[in-house]
């Protein structure tokens, strides 16, 4: 059974940073595509930050362009964990933060972590 547990939502000021997590059960992520979503109030789901499996390169990301520079994709293969570092948060970045392992339409989900941004 697949499971990807998220973690590290909070209220923050705007400015301020975050540590998102999410860790994985039943899957290596390295061998998954592994995507940050995230979901506004009123919105569509979105994605943020992606990165690819070791079996197409070795992990290259992206980042949607609100997003570029300020937030940070990583994985910790030993512990089995996508990250996705957050600075400079704006009020625009609250929502609900998805983790998923191979794509939106196939691919594993979590049930999301909250993130609220004060300004």
């Known amino acids: 059974q697949v499971r990807l547990v998220e973690s590290g939502g909070a209220v923050v000021q705007a400015g301020g940073s975050l540590r998102l997590s999410c860790v994985a059960s039943g899957i290596i992520v390295s061998r998954y595509a592994m995507g940050w979503y995230r979901q506004g109030p009123g919105q569509q789901r979105e994605l943020v930050a992606w990165?690819?499996?070791?079996?197409?390169?070795?992990?290259?990301?992206n980042y949607t362009d609100s997003v570029k520079g300020r937030f940070t994709i990583s994985r910790d293969n030993a512990e089995n964990t996508v990250h996705l570092e957050m600075n400079s948060l704006k009020s625009e970045d609250t929502a609900v933060y998805f983790c998923?392992?191979?794509?939106?339409?196939?691919?594993?989900w979590g049930k999301g972590t909250r993130v609220t941004v004060s300004s």
């Open positions: 998923n392992a191979g794509g939106p339409k196939l691919g594993y």
């Open positions: 990165m690819t499996s070791d079996l197409t390169g070795v992990g290259r990301t």
